[in-house]
T-cell receptor, first 112, second 112 residues
Framework: DAKTTQPPSMDCAEGRAANLPCNHS???????VYWYRQIHSQGPQYIIH???NNETNEMASLIITEDRKSSTLILPHATLRDTAVYYC?????????????FGKGTKLTVNP | ETGVTQTPRHLVMGMTNKKSLKCEQH?????MYWYKQSAKKPLELMFV???????ENNSVPSRFSPECPNSSHLFLHLHTLQPEDSALYLC???????????FGPGTRLTVL
């Protein structure tokens, strides 16, 4: 079972920041938070991951609360091409053979 | 373009047919995965291969038979499928010690 809870859908205006929340209240100390997204009819795409510090890359920022029970993915300037299902996943370690357990995710719609 | 290709992109087959899905990665990775995505369901991990050895079979029926002849290629052999096996089949690859899986575009399978 997925160990995360996300809202089923969100809307965002083009050019504005999109803030996608994720609850993972049962996360263990050695579990990372990963974010992937899936644009319609394509395979999922890795976005970012973190353990306890905030992280930023060219796609997004990840803010993890101090107690690590929740996190927020921030797309700073959303575009129409960011319309997708966003998945928040917790996973142990850094081994590539660890299972990615996908939940239902959040369907983000970026509106013009 | 993620560096992971899948063929065919679309496949229609009868329940008595035998067909194969092919996945190829051009990233030098050593772990490969098969996922299934049914309509309105989360992605489900089917098989994991590390260094050409199967390390995970997620209780997949025997009518699905994976093959990994080398680190760059992964096949999924299909025989006597059922209509409920109709789904998007996704291949992914990663380094065994990497956090990031790269997904192919998927094969849309329809079983009549």
């Amino acid at each position: 079972d997925a160990k995360t809870t996300q809202p089923p859908s969100m809307d965002c205006a083009e050019g504005r920041a999109a803030n996608l929340p994720c609850n993972h209240s049962t996360i263990s100390g050695n579990e990372y938070v990963y974010w992937y997204r899936q644009i319609h009819s394509q395979g999922p795409q890795y976005i970012i991951h973190g353990l306890k510090n905030n992280e930023t890359n060219e796609m997004a920022s990840l803010i993890i609360t101090e107690d690590r029970k929740s996190s927020t993915l921030i797309l700073p300037h959303a575009t129409l091409r960011d319309t997708a299902v966003y998945y928040c996943i917790v996973r142990v370690g850094q081994g590539g053979s660890e299972k990615l357990v996908f939940g239902k995710g959040t369907k983000l719609t970026v509106n013009p | 373009e993620t560096g992971v290709t899948q063929t065919p992109r679309h496949l229609v087959m009868g329940m008595t047919n035998k067909k194969s899905l092919k996945c190829e990665q051009h990233l030098g990775h050593n772990a490969m995965y098969w996922y299934k995505q049914s309509a309105k369901k989360p992605l489900e991990l089917m098989f994991v291969y590390n260094f050409k050895e199967q390390t995970e079979n997620n209780s997949v029926p025997s009518r699905f038979s994976p093959e990994c002849p080398n680190s760059s290629h992964l096949f999924l052999h299909l025989h006597t499928l059922q209509p409920e096996d109709s789904a998007l089949y996704l291949c992914a690859s990663s380094q065994v010690l990497s956090n990031e899986q790269f997904f192919g575009p998927g094969t849309r399978l329809t079983v009549l």
